[in-house]
């Protein structure tokens, strides 16, 4: 387990352990026993309320069992999907950050929280000037000097606060979390730009 000065929030084990509940799928450990599905709500409110649209083919690298990659399919988007584990859904066993060919689209995911920093820094290397970047991430993900030095060089387009609280549920088991109280973690979605040097921009949608 990382030490703590590695985290953004130290605690006891119970209350670890309830933050996760709601939180990201945080580190490698977890991903093979557990994932945190992502409610595809997350995908209605970017486009309708962050008036988000896309023109090139997306890439979901962290795909779950494609609540993501669905939603975005329904909305007539052209989805890859792909994850480091194969649960049934997608291509398994890609590794996105050792994955070195470049890709011509825009890359949207809920990453593992632990490693958002690097999906971030990786998916930009993968991508084009012009094309994007959509990470959604905890709004305190905002916080920290490392990820200062992160957003210097590359400033965030646009980061999008969820005003209501969008549900990452452990096993994609949403009923269960909803009859247990809900989400206690913020979200927002991270767009990033290829090439993007102007001021990050803040909207609230939901």
Known sequence: MSNNTEKDWTG???SIFKTLGASNHTDKERQNEDYYATDPIAIDVLLKDGNVTFDKPIWECSC????????????????????????GYGEGGIDFLTYNQPWNGDILTNPP?????????HAMTLI???????MFLKVQFLEGKARKELFKKYPPKCVYVSSSRILCAKNALFDE?????????????????KGYT?????????
């Open 12 to 14: 006891n084990k119970n």
């Open 64 to 87: 779950g069992e494609g609540h993501l990659s669905e939603r975005l399919k329904s909305f007539g988007y052209e989805v890859r999907s792909t994850d480091l584990i194969d649960r």
């Open 113 to 121: 929280y632990k490693y958002a920093k690097e999906f971030i820094e």
């Open 128 to 134: 084009p000037d012009g094309c994007r970047v959509f």
């Open 177 to 193: 979390m909803r009859a247990g109280g809900g989400s206690a973690v913020a979200y927002a979605w991270y767009e990033f730009e």
């Open 198 to 206: 102007g001021e990050s921009k803040l909207k609230w949608i939901n």
